[in-house]
């Protein structure tokens, strides 16, 4: 289990995790708390899930917001570097996207970006998920806990 | 089910909502954001899993925390406070326990409170809850959500 994994690929290298999540809603921070041993890792985050929270919770640049709305790559990225922030952590993870059924900000549902950075790397992943609302996070919670873990482990 | 009616009474009113979660760890957030329709009156959340950053990001007093430890009512209260101020949402929700198996701050396993700030009214509420770790979460989401369902229907 991806969860599982990072939190052990983690705690080997003695690093801390944090979280800022949009669609996800907070899915990603409660799959990681669900493993026993999870305080010694998990410091917490940070669910965006209104647009303009990104930029006061998390620090992502308001023009990046205004310009491209808040499922972009870009942003994936900045998020997950506020989480890092903002939680004192080494590794931050980010989820935003469109969970459907209607489209937002001209992005179509299913339209995905996940990120993670660590104090060595920062890699964005798009994902185009052609599932109801609960599959698109579902997917969504699984794709930055495996990249996490190709980071984390790597 | 709660969060169905949560967001249904809170959006007759007018008002958004906010969380803060500690032993729940994303949950409560996850749950309202699944209701379709969300985006209206979800603003978002913080997860203060570590209990230090229940005052770097939700401004619960470090005095407070250093006395009581995070498993207290007035840390639940004061939690709830900064999930509204954070987000700027109406109503705040939190979160903070021990979901077990090993005691926390002298705390037993399955003590929660959970508590609910709205523009009149401040309401926390003790539980001790016989459960696994899974079992203590769910009923804390389930309380958190009832609870916040009685202030904002009232």
């Given at each position: 289990m991806s969860a599982r994994g990072l939190l052990e690929h983690a705690a080997r290298r003695g690093w801390t995790v944090g979280v800022a999540e949009s669609l996800t809603g907070g899915l990603v921070t409660a799959t990681l708390v669900e493993?026993?041993?999870?305080s010694g890792v998990v410091r917490g985050g940070v669910v965006?899930?209104?647009?303009d929270l990104k930029a006061t919770?998390?620090?992502?640049?308001v023009g990046l917001l205004a310009e491209r709305?808040?499922?972009?790559p870009d942003v994936a990225t900045a998020m997950a570097q506020g989480a890092r922030r903002v939680t004192g952590a080494d590794v931050g993870l980010a989820t935003t996207g469109v969970a459907g059924p209607a489209p937002q900000d001209g992005r179509p549902p299913g339209l995905v970006y996940v990120a993670v950075v660590t104090p060595g790397a920062s890699v964005v992943r798009r994902l185009e998920v052609d599932e109801d609302r609960a599959g698109v996070r579902a997917t969504a919670v699984d794709a930055v806990l495996g990249l996490a873990v190709e980071l984390v482990a790597g």
């Open positions: 493993v026993p041993g999870a965006a899930y209104a647009t919770l998390l620090g992502v640049d709305g808040a499922v972009d």
